[in-house]
Structures are given as C-alpha cells and as structure tokens.
C-alpha cells in the first residue's frame, strides 16, 4: 500500500510526477512481484488483488485486533460522569449502530469509573477497621459510635463549599472528602478522651468526699476541658487549610480534575 497526499484526486487525471510514479509502481508490482501457490507455481500479484489509487484515512488505528476510530469531546462546567450519562442516553436514542459497530466511552471517565470501584472497596473497608480500632482504643461501644456518628456531620460544611465554589464531584473531591472524614475523627477522640479524664478527675473527687456526681459536674467537666481543647483543635485545623489553599484555586496541569 502506498500513500499520497490527500490534495492529490484519485478520481481526477493528472500529469503531475506523483500520479505518474504511482502508476509505474503499480504495473511493475503486477508484473514483478509474484506469490507461490501450494504446488509452488508463481501467480503475478496482478491475478491475486487490484492496485488502485484511492482516497482512504490518513491513519489505521487498531485496539484488541479491532478497527477503531476516536471522537474527542471536551466539556466545560460539566461534571464528568453526568455529562457521559446523557451523552450514552442521546446515543442509544438517536444512533443506531450496524453490526459490528459498538461504542465505548474512555479517557477521565474510564479512569473515573475504575476509581469508583476501587473506593467502593477501599472505603467500608477502611470505616470498618476504623471502627475496630476505635472500639479496642475505648474499649465502650458508646464512644466508638460518637466518634463514627461525627463524621458525618464534618462532612456538611465540605458540600456546602462545593456548592458554593461551584465544583463538580470528582475523584480528586472524593479523596478530599477522605481526607476531611480523618481529620473529622481524628479531633473527635482527642476531644472525647480528654473529656473523659476531666470527668473521671470529678468523679473522684466527689467519691473523696462523699457527695454524688450531679448534673452541674457533668456540664463543668465539659466546659473545662472543652475550652482547654478548643486552641490545639483550631491550631491543627489551621495548620491543614493553608496546605490546600493551592490546590482549591490552582489553575495549573491537573486543575480540571476539580
């Protein structure tokens, strides 16, 4: 096969040295160049196929011994899995395909898809061992589940600044959110073991005198050692947000992924 460039007309005759070239190529190749048939008979090339000029793609491209052709897309202010949803919706509605023919959506969405199966694992699976860590760590059901139960509620203010921001939800957003959830539980035991040792200090201390605990010790315990918690609590909240102020507002290779 020889190509040609694609001003050249295959169906217009022409005198220029590239159609004449072509020309004497093919009819030496049909006189020349031969095949040997099982009884070892040469048979011209010019019995077994016809050389023609013809205007054909500028490339071939193959995946998994298939024939395949590409159709970029690009979106804009689109999440990437909706945008994919209504374009397979508009597909099947409108484009009928011939045998042979099927249609596969790659690129960001592949990958996406393969990373959404992958946390579908990852994260029970993590929540899990967490909940068993917590639960050897305290050693009382009631605490692991405060800690569990908070890790929700962390995860509001994250939703409404993606609101807000106007993001899309995406892989880089669900490790965020990961991320967030760890954050979350990680000052939800520090605050709750101390407020355990505050209220266990009262609680020996009322046994030392003799006087039962009260509401008011209860809702002291709180206040004291919540206050005394409040300043390393926002040091390391703080400490964390100014390490992904450059990610929220780069613009940079790789930003689109928000």
Known sequence: MERVPDDIDPDTPSTSATHEDFEATRRASQARFSSRNTQGVAIPLGQL???????GP???????????????????????????????RAVSEQVSMAP??????????????????????????????????????????????IVMLSVPFALVGGVWLMYLMNFNMSVAVAVGFIALAGVAAETSVIMLIY????????????????????????????????????????????????????????TGTGSELM
């Open 49 to 55: 196929a016809a050389v023609q000029l013809r205007r």
């Open 58 to 88: 500028s490339t071939i491209r193959t995946e998994n011994a298939h024939l395949v052709n590409y159709v970029y897309v690009d979106m804009h202010r689109r999440d990437i899995g909706g945008y994919v949803a209504d374009a397979q």
């Open 100 to 145: 042979g023919y099927h249609i596969e959506w790659s690129g960001q969405f592949e990958y996406m898809q393969r990373a959404k199966a992958k946390l579908a694992i990852v994260v029970p699976v993590t929540l899990l061992l967490i909940f068993v860590l917590l639960y050897l760590n305290f050693g009382r059901l009631t605490e692991t589940l």
């Open 195 to 250: 407020l355990d040792h505050a209220f266990a200090e009262i609680r020996e201390r009322r046994r030392a005198e003799g006087s039962p605990l009260t509401r008011e010790d209860l809702r002291h315990a709180i206040m004291e050692d919540a206050v005394e918690r409040v300043r390393p609590k926002m040091m390391t909240v703080t400490a964390i947000m100014p390490g992904l102020v450059p990610i929220l507002w780069s």
